[in-house]
């Protein structure tokens, strides 16, 4: 496909995206910014899956932007394993230039970081980049985290232990799941104790998000 025909279907899909996940003009423009040096930065570096290029706006941005009607009052957020900026990035665009607000990426990988850094200053976005293990972010971080996130990261097992920390402390943990929630949710379930609610996704009829608000292991775990 021309560059022509491709520039017509993100504008599509954005279209569809926005649709579903309404922004102010100015979140808009940091978006656009965003998708632009992600795009300029997946010529070089597999960021996201190449299958998912052409529907980037519905498949990542609205995917992640959703999230943010379930902690509408958030203000501090930390996404573990941020990778390609997602969710972080376009929850960030959205609380640019809202007091004390401040979305965490976090993210172990080198090459990542340095574009999450470089997304982050092209777009104004109102996050900071932590090049360090999720676990060691938890552990270290002073400030009080009210949402904790993670897409694409880990099974939920493996993802509520990178989340204790927070969620000890009172963070909310929303992460985004595909059709395997349930049977990640049952392995779970041998080692922790979850009070944990789905909601389904507005961007993917096989979608769930994992409301997380308490959680601790099990004794016989």
């Known amino acids: 496909m021309n560059k022509?025909?491709?520039?017509?279907?993100?504008?599509?899909?954005?279209?569809?995206?926005?649709?579903?996940?309404?922004?102010?003009?100015?979140?808009e423009k940091r978006?656009?910014?965003?998708?632009?040096?992600?795009?300029?930065w997946q010529r070089r570096q597999n960021l996201i899956a190449a299958s998912t290029v052409?529907?980037?706006?519905?498949?990542?941005?609205?995917?992640?932007?959703?999230?943010?009607?379930?902690?509408?009052?958030?203000?501090?957020?930390?996404?573990l394993g941020?990778?390609?900026?997602?969710?972080?990035?376009?929850?960030a665009c959205v609380l640019a230039g809202k007091p004390g607000t401040m979305v965490h990426l976090i993210e172990s990988n080198g090459k990542k970081a340095a574009f999450l850094r470089a997304?982050?200053?092209?777009?104004?976005?109102?996050?900071t980049v932590h090049h360090m293990r999720a676990e060691d972010f938890g552990e270290s971080c002073a400030e009080r985290i009210e949402v904790v996130t993670a897409r694409a990261l880990a099974p939920l097992k493996e993802l509520f232990a990178q989340a204790l920390p927070f969620?000890?402390?009172?963070?909310?943990?929303?992460?985004?799941?595909?059709?395997?929630v349930e049977a990640e949710l049952t392995e779970a379930a041998k080692y922790w104790s979850i009070d944990a609610a789905k909601q389904r996704?507005?961007?993917?009829?096989?979608?769930?998000?994992?409301?997380?608000?308490?959680?601790?292991?099990?004794?016989?775990?």
């Open 4 to 27: 022509k025909g491709e520039g017509a279907d993100l504008a599509a899909d954005k279209k569809r995206a926005l649709a579903l996940t309404p922004v102010s003009r100015e979140t």
């Open 31 to 40: 978006l656009d910014a965003f998708v632009a040096i992600l795009l300029e």
């Open 54 to 79: 052409p529907k980037i706006w519905t498949r990542h941005v609205a995917d992640s932007l959703q999230l943010l009607k379930l902690a509408p009052q958030a203000k501090t957020w930390a996404d």
């Open 82 to 91: 941020a990778g390609a900026g997602f969710p972080g990035i376009p929850i």
């Open 201 to 221: 996704s507005v961007t993917a009829p096989e979608g769930q998000i994992v409301v997380l608000r308490g959680l601790s292991k099990r004794k016989s775990a």
């Open 119 to 127: 997304a982050v200053a092209a777009t104004g976005a109102a996050a």
């Open 167 to 180: 969620i000890r402390r009172g963070a909310v943990g929303l992460f985004p799941k595909g059709q395997d």
